[in-house]
């Protein structure tokens, strides 16, 4: 299965691990919650989609690497401890606690979260001295003497032997006792993930014209090649913090990325006719409106890998606009609701001013967020939605705080007035975000039509904005006539010819 679909069935399992009966036990009893064994090639994203788990479950993570391990990290280091048995005293060898289930217990304490997820990586690789360990843990979740916690979940991950030495194969016995999920890369679902985290437009077209170098391990006698996709989402974030540095990506950087010289190579040219292209066609002229029949022409004739490039350069900077429009959305959101608990027609403000209000309100807004940063329960672009908010909230408190400086009597209610009127302002930029990123959706659609009319490009077009995660927000907001015409008639015959090859196939 692919990676969204095996993150979908983790989560599907921790819920269904974590659910409890009218007691508080646990509907499936720890013995019986078989640990998750993900199996799949190196970089496809397996440890990734964890943090993510973790974090739409809001469940605590300890992720490990178990071959950075030796026996005694794992199962404690041992110790001598006199013990009766039978009115004899005897000198007794213990363990003290394994370094792993110490760390759950240090993060329940320091988060407050009494259930997560034991994240071990590279399971099958352990050493020979840590192999027995390894298959304990599996069987019975526990190191040592010390058991993992009941309301942690225990998954695993691995490569498959024929892209690492190290493995070591699982008996039946072992495999009989864990959830086993195979992993395939897929690149149409690293597409949509790969729109959602803003990596390089270049990167993505690059790809979507030739898929085969998604994810390609190969060993020839000269050596092992790979391209895999943790390296590509790594070279688009370097390249990305390149451009703003003003440095060159060449050859060289690009294969410490992509260990496969011919795909090194091949993209590094694509990714150098792609700033040419940025500076040839003037995107930013076309999305403000600019359309040069010049331009168009020359588009029309072009090679179809350059048409696909200046359709990437579009899409990119409309994603911009729309990634935009989203921030502004989900941030004026979070805000609005906050503001409901000051509203005094709701909850009255006793005798608390409305500046006082506003800095309990944001220190409890500041607290709730920086528990879970520190728990890793939010991502990046939470946080500094989070961060956004609570500057936003100390801006009205300053504001209200000079105003009424400057008055004798402070009317709650014309606070809470002024307050509204400062929302608004927030409301206006959302607002405006939308209407300037429709002009440019729309003038997109005036290049494409004037350049390539209804054709094949057009489809891709469309199709392309139906993957992109901010795209599809920014249209269930944006009424865009053109764009659900030209999904529904030419997607349709899109499927439509399809189906009659298909046909076709069947009858010869």
């Not at 069987?139 to 993992?148: L, M, P, V």
């Not at 009205?396 to 009424?404: A, D, G, H, I, P």
């Not at 764009?483 to 189906?499: G, M, T, W």
Request: aromatic content about 12%; charged content about 30%; overall charge negative.
């Amino acid at each position: 299965m692919n990676i969204k679909r095996a993150k979908e069935e983790i989560k599907t399992t921790i819920e269904a691990y974590l659910l409890k009966d009218a007691y508080g036990n646990y509907e499936i009893p720890s013995l019986r919650q078989r640990p998750i064994f993900l199996m799949g090639p190196p970089g496809v994203g397996k440890t990734q989609i964890m943090e993510q788990v973790a974090r739409e479950c809001q469940v605590g993570l300890v992720a490990y690497t178990i071959t950075h391990h030796t026996r005694q990290s794992a199962v404690g280091l041992p110790f001598i401890r006199e013990k009766e048995y039978g009115n004899e005293t005897y000198r007794v060898t213990e363990y003290t606690m394994s370094e792993i289930v110490a760390s759950v217990y240090e993060k329940m304490e320091t988060t407050g979260l009494n259930e997560g997820i034991l994240f071990i990586d590279e399971i099958n690789c352990v050493s020979e001295t840590l192999a027995p360990t390894m298959l304990q843990f599996l069987q019975y979740k526990t190191f040592g003497n010390h058991k993992i916690p009941e309301g942690w979940v225990i998954v695993t991950a691995g490569n498959p032997p024929e892209y690492n030495k190290s493995v070591r194969d699982f008996d039946v016995v072992t495999l009989d006792r864990i959830k086993l999920i195979q992993v395939e890369p897929d690149f149409e679902v690293w597409k949509a993930y790969a729109y959602e985290h803003d990596l390089h437009p270049a990167v993505i077209s690059y790809l979507n014209t030739r898929p085969e170098n998604f994810c390609r391990i190969e060993t020839t006698v000269d050596g092992k090649f790979f391209a895999t996709p943790r390296g590509w989402e790594d070279l688009s974030r370097f390249i990305q913090i390149s451009e703003r540095i003003e440095k060159d990506v060449d050859r060289d950087v690009v294969g410490e990325y992509i260990q496969f010289p011919k795909i090194a190579k091949d993209f590094t040219n694509y990714l150098h006719l792609y700033y040419k292209y940025q500076d040839d066609y003037q995107i930013d002229e076309i999305l403000s409106g600019v359309i040069r029949e010049t331009l168009c022409n020359k588009l029309n004739r072009a090679p179809f890998d350059e048409k696909l490039n200046v359709i990437g350069l579009l899409l990119s900077k409309l994603g911009q606009q729309f990634r935009a429009v989203a921030d502004q959305a989900d941030r004026t959101g979070l805000l609005m609701e906050e503001l409901k608990k000051v509203n005094p027609e709701v909850d009255s403000v006793g005798d608390q001013s409305m500046v006082e209000r506003l800095s309990v309100l944001r220190r409890e807004w500041k607290e709730v967020w920086n528990k879970k940063r520190e728990a890793g329960l939010i991502n990046r672009r939470e946080d500094y939605l989070a961060r956004d908010v609570e500057g936003i909230l100390a801006r009205y408190e300053e504001t209200l705080k000079k105003e009424e400086s400057e008055e004798e009597h402070v009317d709650v209610n014309a606070s809470w007035n002024r307050i509204r009127e400062l929302f608004k302002e927030e409301n206006q930029r959302y607002e405006t975000l939308l209407e300037s990123g429709g002009r440019a959706l729309e003038h997109a659609f005036d290049f494409m039509e004037a350049t390539f009319m209804d054709g094949q490009e057009m489809v891709v077009f469309v199709t392309e904005l139906n993957t992109g995660y901010y795209s599809v927000k920014f249209l269930k907001e944006y009424d865009c006539e053109r764009y659900y015409q030209y999904n529904e008639r030419l997607l349709f015959k899109d499927r439509e010819d399809e189906l009659k090859s298909r046909i076709d196939s069947l009858g010869k």
